[in-house]
């Protein structure tokens, strides 16, 4: 058993003392485990995707539909649940400036359910509509 003692500690120190670079050259294992490293590294960082400008084109179209019905909402006074045909109008305009925001490379910010009070809509939405149109967007 005492030769396990010895044997366990010596065995982890041999173990990291190759796997240290040491100052005077480095071993070959140590370069190809370096290169791979770097080679997986370079594949999963983040790489800008093309968008379709189809799909951006898409996305402003319904944007600006769904903009005029909100507006066709507020102008009518005598709609049949006027404020529930309103409220679910909004909630498809922000789904949809979501979606923009990620097409524009945008944080789409939290996902806001449909139970969300108007009023703290209301900000993420002026937020997501300023960046978007600071990029060029427009519906």
Known sequence: MTW????????VFGVVTLALPSA???TRWR???????????R???HK???????????????????AADIRSIEDEPHLYARAHHLHAARVAYDDLLAEACRLAGLDPGPRLSFSVPEEKRFDERLR?????TALGWTW
């Open 48 to 66: 800008p995707h093309e968008v379709d400008p189809f799909d951006v084109l898409s996305v402003q179209m319904r944007l600006s539909v769904i």
């Open 24 to 26: 005077e050259r480095t």
């Open 128 to 132: 997501e509509e300023v960046e978007l």
């Open 31 to 41: 370069t190809r485990a370096a290169e791979r490293l770097e080679h997986l590294a």
């Open 4 to 11: 396990v003692r010895i044997m366990v500690p010596a065995v």
């Open 43 to 45: 594949n999963l960082r």
